[in-house]
């Protein structure tokens, strides 16, 4: 099966700029995340959707942050305007359900770098 | 407050050594515990799944332990090979106001070397 795929790879802004994300998981897996990885940190949940409804974004800073997931596959998670405590890698990830016994699968991430 | 804790120092063996890493967590009682590998540049992948009631769980050369008196997982590689070296997360549910959701400790960076 093919895997979570996510673009752009590398992307490098200034702050106070926007940037987007996007995310195409695998086919068929209802549920979809995003984490932010910081250097050295594990990943962290930013939001997570079931279908196209949000289930926990107690940990997406939403005065700057934001994410949708239309139809129920495409996600595309958005910041604006970015801070330079923004810079981390951003994973997109799916699993078949969304119970804590379903492993998740990964993409390879965006590596955001805001100077 | 609930935490997730795994040794931050990297974790240097030889090949054909058994490697053994250890998560630690504190206030709370997880249903499950997950451990993923992630190499540089990659997301991480997932290895091995264990729950409450299973005291350990096999996979080809690896194996996870899971005490839940101790708070304590540890993860095996048997045999290590370089090509194990690689960043070894631990993850569990843990709830978040009225949500469970599942979440990482920090990593060890294990090093095999010939």
């Known amino acids: 099966e093919a895997g979570v795929a996510q673009s752009p790879r590398y992307k490098i802004i200034e702050k106070r700029q926007s940037v987007a994300f996007w995310c195409n998981p695998i086919s068929g897996h209802a549920t979809l995340y995003w984490y932010q990885q910081i250097l050295g940190q594990g990943p962290k949940l930013l939001i997570q959707?079931?279908?196209?409804?949000?289930?926990?974004d107690s940990q997406l800073p939403k005065d700057r942050f934001s994410a949708e997931r239309l139809k129920g596959v495409d996600s595309t998670l958005k910041i604006q305007p970015a801070k330079l405590e923004d810079s981390a890698v951003y994973l997109c990830a799916s699993s078949f359900q969304g119970g804590m016994n379903s492993p998740l699968h990964f993409g390879n991430g965006t590596r955001l770098t805001v100077t | 407050s609930q935490k997730i804790e795994q040794n931050s120092e990297a974790l240097n063996i030889q090949e054909g050594k058994t490697a053994t890493l250890t998560c630690n967590y504190t206030?709370?009682?997880?249903?499950?515990l997950q451990w993923y590998r992630q190499d540089p540049g990659r997301g991480p992948v997932f290895l091995l799944l264990?729950?409450?009631?299973?005291k350990e769980k096999r996979k080809e050369r690896l194996k996870v332990t899971f005490d839940t008196t101790l708070k304590q997982s540890l993860f095996h590689i048997t045999a290590s090979q370089p090509a194990d070296s690689a960043t070894y997360l631990c993850a569990l549910d843990m709830m978040s106001g009225t949500a469970s959701k599942l979440t990482f400790g920090t990593g060890t960076r294990l090093q095999v070397t010939l």
């Open positions: 264990i729950r409450e009631n299973e």
């Open positions: 206030n709370y009682s997880p249903a499950y």
């Open positions: 959707f079931q279908n196209n409804g949000v289930v926990d």
